[in-house]
């Protein structure tokens, strides 16, 4: 008896050793720790108003709506990766789409096609695409379809510095905003997927400019630059380590003597010391609402509500097609997870007003679905994982500024702001 507490006390004081060592190290941690801190701006009395009211929302935009569930299967069932015997039908909806502000059919499996055809068909020819500011490939594929390259600049977890617009275009928020738009009923977001493109599948098949900008580095890696307004040879585009390029592919709209491009009205001045009519005039929308058609400032809100949960705030203009507006050219969100720029929901919070069917959808992904539903819909990306979670947790972050913004609205004008 005497031996077994001479054996059970040295354990016991092992063991409260331990559990106290860990008590304290659980201490350090908890008390150095620093809880992420969210910027919101610009800073004013009006921003601050819309932060605080996103912060006390009524239960209805705090709760999951269970009518997204349907929604959010359409989608997976719709653009879930399959492959088509024979690639003519494919070409016949490259040939047929968009109509209007809709890129792809709506309701159908072969956007599900076309995503697989863009992350896995045969190069035949790659060069530098003809237009933008920013480097983009423009590749011919089997069958004659054409498709946009957008290359990877960026680790997955860099945050961009600076202003909403600064840094090159971020290949996954091209992506997101593919997504993002087809959870909100919007087809106006050209289909776009990850891939990564081999080093043979571009020596094998450059012409053009890709081929007399492109070069081997010290380390032997392929290497291009193109020419844009901002390419430069000091900042090309390398092979990774495993012998390719990450980047997005983006469905090629051939709709160039249709495709018609507007300044926005919420432009900004891109100089720090000078502020737009929009920023300082409280009355800007009514000037708006005489020279845009309803219609159209309906388009730009929409596109403002997207813009806002990626921060895009680098929509200086935009494009229409057969009079409706498109979502194009959105590889500048994904910059920071920590900065809001509600800004960029100024046609919103201006004009107070937002399309009904809008409004019902942005309802359906309270209470922390949006985020959900994007994980779910990016989790067969090719080149998974394409976003950290800092910027899915902002998703929901930010829909409650939507929220915010609807309220305050509602409450200091008397029309009916749904359209």
Known sequence: MILRKIYVLPI????????????YFMHILFNNSKEVSIEYKPSSTFIKEIVQKSQSLSRIYLQKNLDSNKIVQNIKNNFKLNYVQGISTLHDVFLNWPKGNKLYPDNST???????????SKIITSDIAPKGTQLKLL???????KAIFKPRWFERNFIIEGPVYAGKD?????ILAFYLAAI????????AISRKILRKELTSTQIGKLKKTMFYNDQGKYCFYGKCHYCTIKEPVCEDDFGGVDGVMIQYLNIEDGLLVKRS????????????RWEIDHNYCKNIKNELTSERLLDLIDMSIVDFLLQNGDRHHYETFEDRTLLLDNGKGLGNPYIDHIDILAPFYQCCMIRKNMWERLLMFAG?????????????????????????????????????????CKNRISRDILK
Request: proline share 5%; aromatic share 8%.
């Open 184 to 191: 909100l009923g919007l087809q106006s977001a050209p289909i």
């Open 368 to 408: 922390g679905s949006l985020s959900e539903t994007i994980r779910k819909l990016i989790v067969n990306e090719p080149l998974h994982p394409i976003v950290i979670e800092p910027h899915l947790e902002a998703l929901d972050r930010r829909l409650k500024i939507i929220y915010s913004v609807y309220e305050i």
């Open 139 to 145: 590749l011919t594929l089997e069958g004659g379809m």
């Open 170 to 174: 971020r290949d996954n928020a091209e």
């Open 12 to 23: 016991l004081f092992i063991i409260i050793c331990f559990l106290l060592t860990n008590l």
């Open 265 to 276: 009205p919420w432009q900004r001045t891109y100089k720090e010391t000078i502020r737009a």
């Open 110 to 120: 072969i956007v599900g096609s076309l995503l697989y055809f863009l992350a896995n």
